[in-house]
């Protein structure tokens, strides 16, 4: 199952095509619905999804609590599996993937940001960046404690990688959190709420970073409550009561960027001091 590829469906031409129509996409759902079992047949919490993301974007995926946009973020990551329709990343069909291929998959595909970081808390910064790479087996010793601290750098944080994550403040907790997510770099990026433990200042520069790495190539899909997000994202889809209800796109959203190039693309050219 795990070189499961899906056709993409057959193309109608209608006049000029966009180039947004025309940039292979890192993300499709297909009529994906979602339905978690219950009393009284369940709770659907997507309905009918049918979107596509290019590679490079910052994607802003916003509405109300239960309007299913974390539901969406876990299919595209691989986290949990849609009822019907088809998700693909890639071109790859991941929810037809068995479960240790599906895991492998996630491990070096997707970095997975969370609103309360996710941090051992027994393990140094440096040994929580360093842990995706021994599981999923990509960097070892050595090579992985330097890939592990570039990392680190490339966040600002170079000088927390001996700490434990209690001793650092949210903002650092949450940069490292996005360190490890890029630990086997990654092209998708999900952050499920990453600013809600945040001050608004703290907030703001994480968005920045999130910002920086997909203009690296990396594509980022984000849940949010924070309005000021959909200003800073190239696109922005509102969903209520399972279904999308709106899809904008930034008017000065620039053809996408090419796929990053380095074990973690130019991030050390977007470090960010000032978050604390």
Known sequence: MAGVLVPPPPATQHG???????VP???????????????????????DVT????????????GKSG??????????????????GDVLVAGRAVHRLDESALAAWRGRHVGVVFQFFQLLPTLTVLENVMLPMDLCGTRRGADARRHAAALLESMG????????????????????????????????LVADEPT??????????????????????????????????GARADRVVTMADGRVVADTRSPAAAPP????????????????????
């Open 16 to 22: 000029h095509v966009s180039i947004f129509e025309r």
């Open 25 to 47: 996409k890192m993300i499709e759902l297909r009529h994906v619905g979602k339905v978690f079992p219950g009393p009284a047949g369940g709770t659907a919490a997507l309905v």
């Open 51 to 62: 979107l596509a993301f290019e590679p490079g974007r910052f994607v802003a995926l916003v």
């Open 67 to 84: 309007s299913g946009k974390s539901t969406l973020l876990n299919l595209v990551a691989g986290i949990d599996r849609p009822t019907t």
């Open 157 to 188: 944080i170079a000088d927390q990688a001996a700490k434990l994550p209690a001793e650092l403040s949210g903002g650092q907790q949450q940069r490292a959190a996005i360190a490890r997510a890029l630990a086997n770099d990654p092209p998708l």
């Open 196 to 229: 809600g433990n945040l001050d608004s200042h703290t907030a703001r520069l994480v968005v920045d970073l999130l910002v920086a790495l997909a203009r690296q190539g990396k594509t980022v899909l984000m849940v949010t409550h924070e309005r000021d997000v």
């Open 257 to 276: 960027a090419a796929p990053a190039t380095g074990p973690h693309g130019r991030a050390a050219e977007h470090r960010h001091a000032g978050l604390q």
